[in-house]
Antibody
Framework: QVTLRESGPALVKPTQTLTLTCTVSGFSLTTKGMCMNWIRQPPGKALEWLARIDWDDDKYYNTSLQTRLTISRDTSKNQVVLTMTDMDPVDTATYFC??????????????????WGKGTTVTVSS | IQMTQSPSSLSASVGDRVTITCRASQTINNYLNWYQQKPGEAPKLLIYAASSLQSGVPSRFSGSGSGTDFTLTITTLQPEDFATYYCQQSYDIPPIHTFGQGTKLEIK
């Protein structure tokens, strides 16, 4: 059974660095074609994609936030970690990790997020 | 690439057929996914590659479109279908998986 579980602090202060961990089970982070994403959702607002790490350790970031984000993994622990620096109250949100799967497409692979964690809520406040 | 959904909200009744539209700011071929999210829950994948139904998703959900214009159609609405729906593109290279702003489907 494939599961994802997010963990991290529920409350951080402005200017602090947030570190979130996604612990996965039921699959390998190094399976070819697989990738892991972080997505966030402020209260009452839309989903926002943050970052992705691929099976071969390639990393991609939301261009608006890339100076603040780092995604990494520890394959021995089956974990994907997201750090976000200089936290601000506008970063208050539920943060989700999601696995992406891929299938061959006409031009290149189709990627889609097929399994999601339940999310972890982070509040930024002094 | 910007993704714009319409309408932002929609009221419908059980048994209705509804269509939600997603428009990309430039062509994304058929690199388009649809998700359903219920309050307090994580999103759930419905459709990938514009029209491929994810395993386990009821056949009353269907997707179509290519280029810049896409639709999600739900035939014969069920009570459990009232939720918010998001489109998401996976065309960008390097990958930037932009979501639409969501369409909230409410009971009339």
């Amino acid at each position: 059974q494939v599961t994802l579980r997010e963990s991290g602090p529920a409350l951080v202060k402005p200017t602090q660095t947030l570190t979130l961990t996604c612990t996965v089970s039921g699959f390998s982070l190094t399976t070819k074609g697989m990738c892991m994403n972080w997505i966030r959702q402020p209260p009452g607002k839309a989903l926002e994609w943050l970052a992705r790490i691929d099976w071969d350790d390639d990393k991609y970031y939301n261009t608006s936030l890339q100076t603040r984000l780092t995604i990494s993994r520890d394959t021995s622990k089956n974990q994907v970690v997201l750090t976000m620096t200089d936290m601000d109250p506008v970063d208050t949100a539920t943060y989700f990790c999601a696995r992406c799967a891929s299938v061959p497409g006409r031009y290149y692979y189709y990627y889609y997020m097929d399994v999601w964690g339940k999310g972890t809520t982070v509040t930024v406040s002094s | 690439i910007q993704m714009t959904q319409s309408p932002s909200s929609l009221s419908a009744s059980v048994g209705d057929r509804v269509t939600i539209t997603c428009r990309a700011s430039q062509t994304i071929n058929n690199y388009l996914n649809w998700y359903q999210q219920k309050p307090g829950e994580a999103p759930k994948l419905l459709i990938y590659a514009a029209s491929s139904l994810q395993s386990g998703v009821p056949s009353r959900f269907s997707g179509s479109g290519s280029g810049t214009d896409f639709t999600l159609t739900i035939t014969t609405l069920q009570p459990e279908d009232f939720a918010t729906y998001y489109c998401q593109q996976s065309y960008d290279i390097p990958p930037i998986h932009t979501f639409g702003q969501g369409t909230k489907l409410e009971i009339k």
